[in-house]
């Protein structure tokens, strides 16, 4: 396994690290999630041209019918994520599109989670009224000024995100990488920082040093498979003896495969935190971990913390929605 700094590198990158286990578990059994049946993904795309008009689609469906949204709709087994998005936009909108970075993270209770990306045209044409199916009606380009019946308002603050991310990226471009996870899951970087800018990573060293990966709920009443709630559970098990300030900035990256229905249908979220005592505002050094799978690994190379700290300082990261 590569030192906790290679690890660290390749997650600043938007990498993804093989599955090994996971830590913090819950008092329940964690068993593998399967797509439609036991989790529920869905994918959006924001699709802007030159004059920041955005493709909409006319909703088919007898509960919204001829209301408008974005494309968007439900994984399919046997799918990534990226061949998600390309199927929803092509049945929805008439385009073929890539999808070129996550824009955000939607979790609505445990077992729902949308996966919001900006993508570009690559061909296809807009869907017309004559080719209506139980798809869509048709699409169309949006000036997001001219009046439209919308299916839901959530999705204005979307577009208007995507608009500013493509006038000025707010995070580098981030892609699903493809490896496989049975559950749902975070990994987590927990970086605590001094006045100095020393910085020090929460590590696991039960086998090798690496990152903590929290394990999510599968029961549908279960709310630890929200990444706050998993964090936190993390660093109770850490049992640092003190009031900490617990920061989640967002998601560094992500790994899913899909390829084997109900065996790699889950997702791991690398996500980055930051932990800072609450009773001292100038704390130099990180507080005692009382649990001994858990230590902080100092961080030497002055790059990757001018890294990190580039990343904290102007919120790099896809965030998290709820």
Not at 15 to 42: A, F, H, N, W
Not at 84 to 94: D, F, L, S
Not at 212 to 240: F, H, N, Q
Not at 284 to 292: G, R
């Amino acid at each position: 396994m590569d030192s906790v700094e290679n690890q660290l590198e390749l997650l600043l990158k938007g990498g993804g690290i093989e599955m090994q286990e996971y830590d913090s578990p819950l008092l329940e059994e964690v068993v593998p999630v399967t797509v439609r049946k036991t989790v529920c993904y869905i994918v959006a795309a924001v699709i802007l041209n030159e004059q920041k008009e955005v493709v909409m689609m006319q909703e088919a469906k007898q509960e919204c019918y001829g209301k408008w949204y974005l494309p968007a709709g439900r994984m399919e087994q046997n799918e990534t994520i990226v061949q998600a998005v390309k199927r929803e936009v092509q049945e929805e909108t008439g385009l073929e599109c890539e999808p070129y970075t996550l824009l955000s993270v939607e979790e609505r209770g445990p077992r729902w989670i949308r996966f919001v990306f900006l993508a570009r045209v690559t061909g296809g044409n807009l869907k017309s009224t004559s080719e209506s199916d139980a798809e869509s009606l048709q699409a169309k380009w949006w000036d997001r000024v001219s009046p439209l019946p919308l299916r839901a308002r959530d999705i204005l603050n979307l577009i208007s995100f995507a608009v500013k991310h493509k006038e000025k990226a707010s995070h580098p471009v981030i892609v699903p990488v493809e490896l496989p996870c049975s559950i749902v899951c975070h990994r987590v970087v927990a970086a605590f920082l001094n006045t100095n800018n020393d910085l020090w990573l929460l590590t696991n060293h039960k086998h090798f040093p690496h990152f903590p990966v929290t394990a999510c709920g599968s029961s549908s009443a279960d709310l630890s498979c929200s990444v706050e709630a998993a964090i936190y559970r993390l660093i109770k098990e850490c049992s640092m003896g003190c009031q900490l300030k617990v920061k989640t900035h967002g998601i560094l990256g992500l790994q899913h495969s899909g390829s084997v229905p109900g065996k790699a249908d889950g997702v791991c979220f690398n996500v980055l935190v930051t932990l800072a005592q609450t009773e001292s505002k100038y704390c130099q050094i990180p507080p005692d971990v009382n649990n001994m799978k858990y230590g902080w690994h100092k961080v030497d190379n002055d790059d990757l913390k001018v890294q990190l700290l580039e990343r904290l300082s102007f919120s790099s990261v896809v965030p998290f929605l709820n």
